[in-house]
């Protein structure tokens, strides 16, 4: 029975525990009555060929009428605290939701996305922030070796040995900027993406949650300045 019971949720174990409750108080106070002594006036035992209401049938009815009052009130109290619980649940949803939401303002006020990877699968989950700045549609490539594949040609060797042989290899953290070209319209941008690893019991590398950045305004003031700081040393160098 409880077995069956649980597939009610939290309704069906409220309704056993009521009915238990019911049953026991009912042949508690059942009990408790027949064990009274029968008064001699106004009353004859139920068996003894008197009154067609005998002491035996009230003690019968009032441990019923027990039982019922048993069983209200712990109906009453099961439903308060289902009602509670449910208000407790909207609560938290609704807490949810809002950092959910405050989550992914900020991402997009920062340009960052977030991911998990699954060290074992070789597959991750990313935000929709990284969704965006990837170029990713829900059926896109969430594994390493669409990652992989996302990388500048000019950085994706390197890149990749970086996260194969450092990263999971020496167990450090995932930390290092590189131009990918964006899957949606193969635009190209600089990011910077970190990671921390977490492990299993044996101690091998379980999964990796970090962020990726887009830092391709911060980089082409880099690499302006980069230029035009050469163009300088280079005339200076004419001069002289």
Not at 121 to 150: E, I, K, Q
Not at 196 to 216: N, Q, S, V, Y
Request: charged residues 25%.
């Amino acid at each position: 029975m409880p077995s069956r019971l649980r597939r009610f949720g939290r309704w069906g174990e409220l309704l056993a525990a009521t009915v238990v409750l019911a049953t026991v108080a009912t042949g508690t106070a059942y009990l408790a009555l027949m064990v009274l002594p029968a008064p001699h006036e106004g009353w004859s035992g139920g068996d003894g060929g008197g009154s067609s209401f005998g002491w035996r049938d009230a003690t019968t009815l009032l441990a019923a009428l027990i039982g019922v009052l048993v069983a209200a009130l712990a109906a009453l109290g099961a439903l308060a605290w289902q009602l509670r619980v449910h208000v407790v649940d909207r609560q938290s949803d609704k807490a949810l939701r809002d950092s959910e939401a405050l989550l992914r303002e900020s991402q997009e006020v920062a340009g960052v996305g977030s991911y998990v990877l699954d060290i074992a699968s070789g597959y991750w989950s990313s935000s929709a922030m990284l969704d965006r700045l990837f170029g990713l549609g829900p059926t896109g490539d969430r594994s390493v070796a669409g990652w992989v594949n996302m990388i500048h040609p000019e950085d994706r060797d390197r890149r990749s040995k970086y996260f194969a042989e450092e990263v999971i290899g020496k167990r450090q953290r995932f930390d290092t900027e590189y131009r990918i070209c964006r899957v949606s319209d193969g635009a190209v941008r600089w990011v910077h993406g970190v990671g921390r690893l977490e492990f299993a019991a044996d101690g091998a590398p379980a999964r990796m949650i970090g962020t990726i950045r887009d830092i391709t305004t911060q980089k082409q003031v880099e690499l302006e300045h980069a230029r035009l700081q050469g163009q300088f040393l280079q005339a200076q160098k004419m001069e002289s």
